[in-house]
C-alpha cells in the first residue's frame, strides 16, 4: 500500500474521535506493510493528557510486537505531532514518520521544533510531510468551525 493509502486509513481514525468529541487526529503504526497499532486522541474521553493518537498508537504497536524498538516501522498520523508525541517517536525508533498537516501552534517535528530529526539526538527519524494534507487540514478545520458554532448556540 501506498503512503497515501495509510493515510486514509489514518484519517478515518480521525473521524472516530470526532465521533467522540475529540479533537480529530488518527494515527496508524505500518510494518512489514501491515497496520500493528492504531489510535485517535482520546485526551478529553480518558481523560489522560498522553492520550494523543499516535502515543496510542506507539504503546499499541509495542504491544502487538512485543518490543518497544520500532525500528523497521512507519507511523502515519493526520496532523504533525506535538513534541511529546515526537519525543515518543524517536525514543521508540520509529524509522519514518509520515504526517498530513502542519502544525503551526504546537508542531514538535517541523513548525516549532525539530525534534524527530534533531542531530543531538541518538535516532533520527525520517520525516515525510504533506501527505493529504488538504484533507487533514479541512478535517481540523471543520471540526473547530462546528465546535464554536455549538458554543455560539449555547451562549444564545
Given at each position: 500500500?501506498?503512503d497515501e493509502q495509510?493515510m486514509r486509513?489514518a484519517l478515518a481514525?480521525a473521524?472516530?474521535?470526532?465521533?467522540?468529541?475529540?479533537i480529530?487526529?488518527?494515527?496508524?503504526?505500518?510494518c512489514d506493510?501491515?497496520?500493528?497499532?492504531?489510535?485517535?486522541n482520546l485526551?478529553?474521553?480518558?481523560?489522560?493528557?498522553t492520550?494523543?493518537?499516535e502515543m496510542?498508537?506507539l504503546?499499541e504497536?509495542?504491544?502487538?510486537l512485543q518490543?518497544?524498538?520500532?525500528s523497521?516501522?512507519?507511523?502515519y498520523?493526520?496532523?504533525?505531532?506535538?513534541?511529546m508525541?515526537a519525543g515518543?517517536i524517536?525514543?521508540s525508533?520509529?524509522k519514518?514518520?509520515?504526517y498530513?498537516?502542519a502544525?503551526?501552534?504546537?508542531?514538535?517535528v517541523e513548525?516549532?521544533?525539530?525534534?524527530?530529526?534533531?542531530?543531538?539526538l541518538?535516532?533520527?527519524v525520517?520525516i515525510?510531510?504533506?501527505?493529504?494534507?488538504?484533507e487533514?487540514?479541512?478535517k481540523?478545520k471543520?471540526?473547530?468551525?462546528a465546535?464554536?458554532?455549538?458554543?455560539?448556540?449555547d451562549?444564545?
Open positions: 500500500m501506498s495509510f486509513q481514525l473521524d472516530r474521535a470526532a465521533a467522540v468529541g475529540e480529530p487526529i488518527g494515527a496508524i503504526v505500518v506493510g501491515k497496520v500493528v497499532g492504531s489510535g485517535y485526551r478529553e474521553s480518558i481523560p489522560d493528557a492520550a494523543h493518537a496510542i498508537a504503546r504497536a509495542c504491544k502487538n518490543r518497544w524498538r520500532l523497521d516501522c512507519t507511523l498520523v493526520t496532523i504533525e505531532p506535538c513534541p508525541c515518543a524517536v525514543n525508533r520509529i519514518r514518520l509520515v498530513g498537516a502544525d503551526s501552534k504546537a508542531g514538535g513548525s516549532i521544533f525539530r525534534i524527530a530529526d534533531h542531530d543531538a541518538n535516532h533520527q525520517e515525510r510531510a504533506g501527505v493529504l494534507e488538504d487533514c487540514r479541512q481540523m471543520d471540526f473547530f468551525r465546535r464554536r458554532a455549538a458554543k455560539s448556540a451562549a444564545k
